[in-house]
Structures are given as C-alpha cells and as structure tokens.
C-alpha cells in the first residue's frame, strides 16, 4: 500500500495516461462512424465540467461503419496485401543476408573486418532519411528498379542490415564454439554446422531481428511514398496518409485503418513474445 502513494507510483500512472490519451483518440474515432475530430458537441454555455469532460474521446454511439467502409469501400485490403509481401520479403532478404553475415563477423578472422563492423554501427548513427538522395540514384535511375516491389524490398532490406548483423553477431558470440568444434571433427561442414546447430540455438536472436525488419518494411512512410507512383502497389501506410490531405479529411477511415495495420504487428508480438527477452538480452552482452 506504501507503494501506491509515493511518487514513483504517482508518476507512472501519469506517464501512462500521456501514452494512453493519444490511442483513447484513435479508438474512439474508429468506433465514432464520423470522420470529425469533434467527437462532443458543447453548447455555447457549457459548464467547466462539461468542457473537462469533453476531453475525454468517448463517441456519442460505438459503430463499425468506419471499419466497414475502409474494407468494402476503400482499396485498403489491396494496400494490406502490398505491405504483407514487401515487409515478408524484406524479412526473409534480411535474414538471409544478415544471419550469414554476422556468422562471418562471429566466427572468422579475415581483413577489413573490425573496420566492416564499425562501419556497420556507424551507419546507425544517422537518420535514413539522409540516405534517400543515393538509394534514389542507385536503385531508381542505376537499376532501374523505381515503382517495383523488388526495389523497395531491397532499399527495406538494406536499412534493417546495420541493426540485424550487429544483434545477430552479438548473440552468435556468446554460442561456445566448443560445439563448432565437435562437429568439425565428426567431418560436418561449414554449411551443415551454420544451417543445423548455430541457427536453431540462435532462434530467439533470430525472431527478434526478424520482427525488427518486418516492422522496419511495415511502418515506413517515407521511401515508399517516394519509391511508388503506381498506386496499385501503395503500401499501407502511403495509402492512408489519402485519408488525411488538403482537400479532404476523414479521420474516422484514417484511424480505423491505423488500428487494422497495428494487428499484424501485436499479433507479432505476441507469437515471438517467448523470444524477445532472451533474444535482446543475450544478444546484449559478450561471451
């Protein structure tokens, strides 16, 4: 009880409430069936109670028709099954890549190699943004691979490749090559030793990366807005910001498409849970 009235408790309850307020807004106007942000109409005289209780985001009446509409009306369903096969196949490239990758940067000594992970960790160090002018250049007008899914797949996959290698590698260190060893004198390979003992003892290291660059490809904005013209390829989250512009504003069709693209994610969450701790824990340390 001594707990419940101290500050810290006092100032995690208030730290909660600022996170929560902004999603009490997006369900409530999901669920409203109207697209204004007025979700309360306060008559002119209104009291300070009625005005305190107005910033509360609770509609007048809960309704699906938002829902509905961005899934019947809308090509919404078309944008969800673009962003599931880019963000699908930018997880799949990364892990590919970086797996092998952080295997090479764990286990062997060869030249360049300190100088190649320390590049690695100083890529991380500025925004993506800033990389934009030269994928542009390289995957756009150099290969030819502007409005394709395989272009953005690729620029994906090369943004999550820093991040993954370095937490792979991490993880890959603190594995004792005791095991490596064995295996080599019962005359297996390179290949089978990485394909069927590092990668199933590296699979919470492994669902962690994976979810990181499936994320990565699901929530970004800005390159695929760039990236695609065709607007048969938008992924979801170019296709919503046409819920919100300069000419029209429904609001309600734009927050009941956030929280459709926010399930994969938490349904993410919750298979690979189990992997989270152990995968980001261990990965954090050294041998």
Known sequence: MRDIFSWRFALL????????????WVVSLAFSGQQALTLVQLPEDASLGQQLLALVPLPE????DNFRAVLT?????RWLGNSLVVALATTAVGLCLSCSAA??????????RERGMMLFLISQMFPAVLMLIPLYVIVVQWLGLGN????LILVYSITALPFCV??????FDTLPYEIEESALLEG??????????????????????????FMTAWNEFILASIFMDDESLYTVPVGLRFFVSDYASEWGYFASGSILVSLPVMLLFL?????????????????
Request: aromatic fraction near 18%.
């Open 166 to 171: 370095w937490m792979l590698k991490g993880y």
């Open 73 to 77: 009306e809308q090509p919404f369903l």
């Open 61 to 64: 009446q809960w309704t699906l």
């Open 148 to 151: 394709s899914w395989l272009g």
């Open 271 to 287: 298979t690979l849970q189990r992997f989270l701790i152990s995968g980001l824990s261990a990965g954090a340390v050294k041998g």
């Open 188 to 213: 297996a390979s390179r290949w089978t030793i990485f394909t069927r003992i590092i990668l199933p003892l590296a699979r919470p290291a492994i669902a962690v990366t994976g979810l990181f660059a």
């Open 13 to 24: 309850v208030f730290a909660s409430l600022v996170v929560i307020y902004p999603l009490l």
């Open 103 to 112: 295997y090479a940067f764990s286990r062997f000594r060869f030249a360049g």
